[in-house]
C-alpha cells in the first residue's frame, strides 16, 4: 500500500476529528479478538441451537468488527478522512447494546425456572421492558449517529446519542438492581407476597409453594411435603450468574465512559484520548464478550425449551 501523505498544513491534533492516529497494530488486535469471540458465538448459537443469541450477541460482535475496521482505515489515512471516523463512532456506540439484549432475555428465563415469586415482576415483563428499552435506546443511538454522520457539525447528533446512552444506564442499572434483588431473595427464600388470582385476600408465598406462572397473576398450588431448607442456585447456574455479573459491570463501566466521552464534547480531552478509548470501551465490551463465550448459557443453563 502506497503511503498516505496529508493534505499541506495537516495538523492532526487539531484537524483530525480523532485527535490522533488511531494505532495499527492495535486496530488489528481488537478486530482479530472481536472476530474469534463473534466467531465462536455464532457457532455456539448454531450447535445449542440458542437462535436469540444471533441478533444480539453476534451481531454485537460484528459492529465492533466494522468499527474497529473502520479505525485501521483511519489508521492508515493518518485519521484525516471524516467517514471511517463517524463509521467507528456510531458502530462502537451502538454494538453493545443488542449485547445487553442477551442479558435480559437470559435473567428473564431464569427467574422464571428459578422461581418467579421471588422476582419483583413477573419473568415475561421483565423480557418485555428491558428489550423495549434497549431497542429504544438503540434506535435512539442510531437515529443519533445518522444525523452526526450527515451533518457538517455533528454535535446535535452526538447529543442524541448521549440521550441514548444515558437511557440505556439508567435501564442497565435497573436491571443490575432487581436481578440482585431477585438472587438475594432467592438464596434467602424471602418470596414476594402477591394477590393470587381468584382470592381477595393476601397471601404470603413461601418455598413450599408450587408456583404456576400465567400472563399476568401467580398461582398458589399446594405444597412439596417433603421440603425443607432454602433453596439453592445449581452449581452450573450459580457459575453463570457470577460471570454474567462480571460481564454486565464492565457494560456499566463502558457505559459510563461512553456518557463522559460524548458529554465531554467532539474536541473534549476524553475523546482525544485513545488509550482511554481502547481500555474503557473495547477493552470493557470484549471481556463481556469473552466471558458470555466461555461460561455460556448453553454450557450451564438449560434453556433450549424455553
Not at 487539531?14 to 486496530?27: A, E, F, L, N, R
Not at 437462535?51 to 492508515?76: C, D, K
Not at 429504544?136 to 448521549?162: E, N, R, V
Not at 456518557?259 to 477493552?283: H, M, R, Y
Request: aromatic share 14%; net charge neutral.
Amino acid at each position: 500500500m502506497a503511503p498516505f501523505t496529508p493534505p499541506p498544513g495537516f495538523d492532526v491534533k487539531t484537524d483530525s476529528p480523532y485527535h490522533y492516529i488511531p494505532t495499527p497494530w492495535i486496530c488489528v488486535t481488537f478486530i482479530s479478538l472481536f472476530g474469534a469471540t463473534t466467531f465462536v458465538h455464532l457457532v455456539e448459537a448454531f450447535y445449542f441451537r440458542l437462535w436469540w443469541l444471533l441478533p444480539t450477541v453476534v451481531l454485537a460482535g460484528i459492529g465492533e468488527i466494522l468499527g474497529w475496521a473502520a479505525r485501521y482505515w483511519s489508521s492508515f489515512s493518518d485519521g484525516t478522512l471524516n467517514t471511517p471516523f463517524m463509521i467507528q463512532i456510531c458502530t462502537t456506540i451502538i454494538a453493545p447494546t443488542p449485547l445487553l439484549a442477551a442479558y435480559f432475555i437470559i435473567l428473564g428465563r431464569l427467574i422464571k425456572q428459578l422461581g418467579p415469586q421471588y422476582s419483583r415482576i413477573t419473568p415475561k415483563r421483565y423480557t418485555v421492558i428491558f428489550c423495549s428499552a434497549d431497542v429504544t435506546a438503540l434506535f435512539i443511538q442510531a437515529a443519533g449517529g445518522g444525523i452526526a454522520s450527515s451533518s457538517t457539525d455533528p454535535t446535535f447528533g452526538g447529543d442524541i446519542m448521549l440521550v441514548g446512552i444515558a437511557l440505556q444506564l439508567v435501564f442497565l442499572c435497573l436491571f443490575l438492581a432487581l436481578g440482585t434483588e431477585f438472587f438475594v431473595r432467592l438464596i434467602r427464600d424471602k418470596p414476594f407476597r402477591r394477590s393470587t388470582k381468584g382470592i381477595g385476600n393476601m397471601i404470603e408465598l413461601g418455598s413450599t409453594d408450587k408456583l404456576v406462572h400465567s400472563d399476568s397473576s401467580f398461582y398458589a398450588e399446594g405444597t412439596s411435603a417433603g421440603f425443607s431448607g432454602k433453596p439453592r442456585l445449581p452449581k452450573d447456574t450459580a457459575w453463570f450468574v457470577r460471570g454474567a455479573l462480571v460481564s454486565c459491570v464492565f457494560l456499566f463501566v463502558r457505559a459510563i465512559y461512553r456518557l463522559i466521552e460524548l458529554s465531554d464534547g467532539w474536541n473534549g480531552p476524553v475523546i482525544s484520548t485513545q488509550w482511554l478509548f481502547n481500555t474503557f470501551d473495547a477493552a470493557m465490551v470484549f471481556l463481556a464478550m469473552f466471558i458470555l463465550c466461555l461460561l455460556h448459557p448453553g454450557l450451564l443453563l438449560d434453556l433450549k425449551a424455553q
